[in-house]
């Protein structure tokens, strides 16, 4: 038996079976997904945890950020672009004027830009 679509297209009955199971095994990577997206949560996890640092929002509650520090590649001369990202989670949403704390030094800084999404996170501006 040949299967066939319009005219100058036909399969075998074997190939469309195999394209036929190609399919439905996609439908059934929903484990693999599951397992793979459980993954990347507990890489996220590992990350927060290894590099977070407990801030303040406007004397608040301390809530877990990732503080990135480096040089402002469109003007070296411009200095350091300081950069912190919360969980969206977290529903965290600071904006520009805001006092940002971090805990263990006591040290406070302004928030001068954002809040913008970052891969699932948000974040700001320093």
């Given at each position: 038996m040949v299967l066939q679509g319009d005219k100058s297209h036909s399969l075998p009955?074997?190939?469309?079976?195999?394209?036929v199971a190609e399919n439905l095994g996609?439908?059934?990577?929903?484990?693999f997904?599951?397992?793979?997206?459980?993954?990347?949560?507990?890489?996220?996890d590992t990350i927060w945890?290894?590099?977070?640092?407990?801030v303040?929002?406007?004397?608040?509650?301390a809530i877990q950020a990732v503080y990135d520090e480096s040089l402002n590649e469109f003007d070296a001369m411009a200095g350091l672009v300081r950069k912190l990202s919360f969980k969206t989670s977290d529903g965290v949403?600071?904006?520009?004027?805001?006092?940002?704390?971090?805990?263990?030094?006591?040290r406070?800084?302004?928030?001068t830009s954002g809040?913008?999404?970052?891969?699932?996170?948000?974040?700001?501006?320093?």
């Open positions: 009955e074997e190939r469309a079976r195999s394209i996609c439908l059934r990577m929903s484990t997904d599951n397992e793979f997206d459980q993954a990347m949560a507990e890489a996220d945890s290894a590099f977070g640092v407990m303040k929002v406007n004397g608040g509650e949403r600071p904006r520009k004027g805001d006092k940002v704390e971090f805990v263990s030094t006591g406070t800084l302004t928030v809040p913008y999404p970052d891969g699932g996170n948000i974040q700001v501006i320093l």
